[in-house]
């Protein structure tokens, strides 16, 4: 059995209502956030339907409906604004970071940083509801109650940024850590690593990662060493620094604080996956392993999928758009040899229609590790004619 027999993979095309209520008549949009609670409900907040400009500050709640696993999936959409007895509610952004609790009980989500206001730069650090714009430091959601709670922090603060990436997990000795990486500030872009101790609100700056510094590049929280399984590494690929970026993958190991690069080939191939930036990359989690030609086991750990692979013309900037990706990979990982490789995904889809190529979308995944399954959400972003997408796709990528 070939390597790539040994998987499915499917994209399903989600319905979505029409949202009504308040600033957020229109799904469409780019730059967003996107997080699921459970495998069949997310929210989406923020993004951008014309450029520099924010759309609502409203959040999305979208649930998804029962249907059969070969056709297309129906949803209900929640828009929850604020309302006039809340203390504390998120301005409208663009470019932030949001993620959900690494404690799937608390069903909460995590904000930060972004880009808005009238001169769209990043969002200032602000400690006083009476200052313009309000309080801005770390953001908390409640999705049972509808409440958002902005929490003080402290420590080696981060500069605030819009197209940074964070990751949220829960670390082997039970610490819910935050961590965030790269992005833009007012001038430039980083490469600097904060994590966030989510009990204590102190922050701790970490390494640098390997430059260049860059934005629009995605940190995936993956599966450990075989020594410490249970202590999730950070891996990254892809970015932009005046260019798109591709290998070598960047991994940080928190029990080691270091980075370590890894150039990754295409299995078969003697070929990287194309450069590209504001991509999609998440964990991949599966109790069964790949076998491959030669018989050796390699576990799956993360999907690299989508994004931009060549920027739009200097003159334009974030006002125009470029070329775009399709493609998807299975990040795969050998203890044996300690290597890692990618592998091509050919996913059908239902009626033979997939999404479009696109760059700047929201996007999560959940995945069920016993049943070796992960499902991809993707929501909007922008394609090669310049517009906002408003379409939702579910990817499920399942070992057979």
């Not at 993360?302 to 334009?316: D, I, R, T």
């Not at 990706?325 to 997939?354: A, M, Q, R």
Request: hydrophobic letters at 30%; glycine letters at 10%.
């Amino acid at each position: 059995m070939s390597i790539q027999s040994q998987l499915s993979a499917i994209w399903r095309p989600i319905i979505l209502p029409k949202a009504t209520s308040g600033a957020t008549s229109t799904l469409q949009r780019s730059s967003q956030n996107l997080c699921l609670v459970s495998p069949t409900c997310f929210y989406l907040f923020g993004g951008e339907l014309k450029p520099r400009t924010p759309v609502g500050d409203e959040v999305v709640k979208v649930s998804l409906k029962p249907t059969p696993s070969s056709s297309t999936l129906s949803s209900e959409v929640d828009v929850r604004a604020k309302s006039g007895s809340e203390s504390f509610w998120p301005r409208p952004r663009v470019g932030a970071c949001m993620t959900r609790h690494p404690d799937p009980a608390k069903r909460s989500l995590i904000l930060w940083g972004g880009r808005g206001g009238k001169d769209m730069a990043p969002l200032p650090y602000s400690s006083s509801q009476e200052e313009e714009g309000g309080k801005e430091d770390l953001w908390v959601y409640q999705t049972e109650t509808n409440q958002w709670d902005c929490k003080s922090t402290s420590g080696d603060k981060p500069e605030m940024r819009s197209y940074g990436t964070a990751a949220s997990v829960r670390s082997s000795d039970g610490r819910d850590i935050l961590y965030v990486h790269a992005g833009c500030p007012s001038k430039g872009r980083l490469g600097t690593l904060h994590s966030l101790d989510l009990s204590t609100n102190v922050w701790t700056q970490l390494p640098d990662a390997p430059g260049p510094a860059r934005g629009g590049t995605v940190l995936a929280a993956i599966s450990g060493s075989s020594s410490h399984p249970t202590e999730k590494l950070l891996a990254r690929w892809g970015g932009f620094c005046g260019e798109e970026i591709g290998g070598p993958l960047d991994i940080f190991d928190p029990l080691k604080s270091s980075w370590s690069s890894h150039k990754v080939l295409i299995e078969g191939t003697l070929q990287e996956p194309p450069k590209r930036s504001v991509h999609g990359f998440v964990p991949f989690k599966s109790a069964k392993k790949f076998v491959t030609d030669k018989g050796e086991e390699k576990e799956g750990v993360a999907v690299l999928f989508m994004g931009e692979g060549q920027g739009a013309p200097a003159e334009l900037g974030h006002d125009g758009a470029g070329k775009f990706l399709e493609d998807i990979y299975i990040l795969l990982h050998s203890s044996d040899s300690d290597e890692y490789t990618f592998l091509k995904v050919e996913p059908s889809s239902i009626e033979g229609k997939g999404p479009e190529p696109r760059g700047w979308f929201a996007f999560d995944s959940w995945s069920d590790e016993e049943e070796g399954s992960t499902r991809i959400i993707i929501h909007g972003g922008l394609h090669e004619t310049n517009e906002r997408l408003s379409d939702a796709w579910l990817l499920e990528i399942k070992l057979v």
